[in-house]
């Protein structure tokens, strides 16, 4: 949870080059709002918070498509108050939509989602593969040492998911980073300083890189990735409910999302970024049978104590991108799979599904493959449109409704429509 929660910071902050210390800020903030997201999520007030053990998190989702958003805006800590203006609309917009959300599922089942959520694990790998070659422009930029850590990190998380017992094995991209930053001190590859350099104690405040801006591009951008998020979180409901013998409800399910909502705009208050639930803690829940809210609420308390002590976000900030690198490919290759894994569940049979699918993941696949093909068209296109999760989401709910929904041609009984249960990743 720890990794995951500080992947996205570092993903953010390394594309727009902030500075150590900035970076550490942000990876703080991300801790503190995570926290208070869980703790909304789960212990909840009048109709906000599923009141399930879920877990919030800084949303893997989102990050391709606030670089993008950032990069447009020149990039540097200058970027920032673009992105948290975008991402509170985005909250506020959630919080709106959470009473009529359940009844618009039929339009994103697996076969919309699945696409989706493989696209944005598809986007970041190549995120991992750059940190892999370390820092560019740097000497040792793609050098044999750089690559050589960044394959061992990686055989140790490997080593570790196939040999280690129980709880060991579910850290292990944890340790990983732990162990890839402890051989890269005597090589040099790692700085404390801005570790010793951090105050042992503050907490993140509002508008600290100035107050929010907003555009038509960024909110449009943002609101498509908040929806996909939304999905991904009424699955995660639906799925813990039934686990612990309570299903989520239409009304649950309402709850929860406005607890998602006001979990993203208080990210974007204090200088964070979009929430939502974390599939690993589905996992974990099934995994050792912990049914009680109570227990994910103190992980949430856990999350604000790590936010207010900035030497902790100053220690991530410090891990060496090759040892990032390394743990990076299997943490977004597993969002990829967990994408793949929801693809299973689609019928193939008359081909329709298959052109959903292979259409949407060419589109959300053109920006990395052809970064400048949007550049002719206006600036708000190539804002939503050249940022891959949001032009493949786009895609598979319009081919969606295009091939199963238009009422010119009425869908078979075993038609993509409403799904039981959703496929979440995080």
């Known amino acids: 949870m720890y990794a995951s929660a500080v992947a996205v910071p570092l993903i953010i902050g390394s594309a727009l080059d902030l500075g150590a210390g900035d970076l550490q800020y942000l990876i703080s903030a991300c801790l503190l709002t995570s926290g208070i997201a869980t703790i909304l999520q789960t212990v909840g007030f009048w109709k ?24 447009s805006a020149g990039g540097g800590p200058g970027a920032l ?10 909250g506020v917009v959630g919080i709106a939509l959470a009473p009529f959300f359940s009844q618009l599922l039929r339009f994103m089942p697996p076969v919309v989602t699945g696409t989706v959520i493989t696209v944005i694990g598809l986007t970041l790998l190549p995120v991992a593969v750059r ?43 944890l340790i990983g980073l732990v162990a890839g930053t402890a051989v890269a001190v005597p ?7 801005q570790v010793a350099a951090a105050p042992a104690f503050g907490v993140s405040t509002p508008f600290h ?23 991904e979180v009424t699955g ?37 970024f979009p929430y939502g639930a974390y599939v690993t803690n589905v ?22 104590v790590l936010g207010v002590f900035p030497k902790i976000g100053a220690l991530a900030a410090a891990v060496p991108l090759p040892v990032l690198g390394g743990a990076g490919l299997v943490l977004f290759g597993s969002v990829a799979a967990s994408g793949i894994r929801t693809l299973s ?28 093909f949007y550049d002719p068209l206006p600036e708000a296109l190539r804002t939503v449109l050249g940022e891959g999760i949001a032009a493949s989401a786009i895609a598979a709910i319009l081919l969606n409704l295009f091939f199963h929904h238009l009422p010119w041609r009425r869908p078979p009984a075993n038609a993509e429509t409403a799904p039981t249960t959703v496929e979440t990743t995080r």
């Open 345 to 372: 569940q689609v019928k193939f049979a008359d081909g329709r599904n298959l052109t959903i699918v292979a259409a949407a993941l060419g589109f959300g696949l053109i920006p990395l493959t052809a970064p400048d």
């Open 236 to 272: 995660c409901m639906i799925a813990v409910g039934d686990m612990v013998g309570r299903p989520a409800g239409r009304q649950d399910v309402a709850n929860g999302l406005r607890a998602d909502g006001l979990g993203t705009v208080i990210g974007g208050f204090l200088n964070s």
């Open 131 to 173: 940190w892999a070659r370390g820092r560019p422009g740097s000497d040792d930029f793609g050098s044999l040492r750089n690559l050589a850590l960044a394959g061992g990190t990686l055989l140790l998380v490997l080593l570790l998911q196939r040999f280690a017992p129980g709880f060991l094995g579910r850290i292990a991209i």
């Open 48 to 71: 906000v918070g599923v009141r399930l053990p879920i877990l919030q998190g800084t949303a893997f989702a989102a990050a391709s498509t606030i670089v993008a958003i950032g990069l």
């Open 81 to 90: 108050p673009l992105i948290f203006g975008a991402v509170m609309f985005a």
């Open 283 to 304: 996992g974990l829940v099934a995994l050792t049978q912990v049914r009680s809210r109570f227990v994910v609420a103190a992980a949430g308390v856990m999350l604000v």
């Open 209 to 231: 890189f100035g107050l929010p801006q907003l555009t038509l591009a960024a909110a449009v951008s943002i609101v498509i990735i908040t929806v996909v998020i939304m999905v």
């Open 187 to 193: 090589l040099g590859l790692t700085n404390f300083t």
